[in-house]
C-alpha cells in the first residue's frame, strides 16, 4: 500500500489533536501551534509520538512553529512503503 501525502497529513493531524484533545478540523497547516497553547512539553509528546508512528528522527534544530510544520518535515522525511 501507498503512503500518501494525504494519509500522512490525516495521521499527523490525529496525532496532534489527541494530545490536546483539539477537533481535527481546526488544526490547518498555517496554524501556529501557541494558538492552541501547546507548550515545549506537548510538542515534544507530539514528537515522540510521530517518531514512533513513522519510524523517523525528528532533530531538535528542526524549527517547528506551526501543524504544517509537522506534516512537511514528516511528508518529506517517510519512507513510503509499497506492499501488497
Not at 500518501?4 to 478540523?25: F, G, L, M, N, P
Not at 497547516?29 to 515522540?48: H, K, N, P, S
Amino acid at each position: 500500500m501507498l503512503i500518501t501525502d494525504t494519509a500522512i497529513e490525516k495521521e499527523v493531524i490525529r496525532i496532534i489533536s489527541k494530545t490536546k484533545a483539539i477537533k481535527t478540523e481546526r488544526l490547518w497547516a498555517e496554524r501556529m501551534l501557541q494558538d492552541f497553547g501547546f507548550d515545549t512539553v506537548d510538542v515534544v509528546d507530539i514528537i515522540l509520538e510521530l517518531e514512533k508512528n513513522f519510524q523517523i528522527t525528528i532533530p531538535d534544530e528542526v524549527p517547528i512553529d506551526t501543524v504544517g510544520d509537522f506534516v512537511d518535515f514528516v511528508a518529506t522525511h517517510t519512507i513510503r512503503k509499497v506492499s501488497e
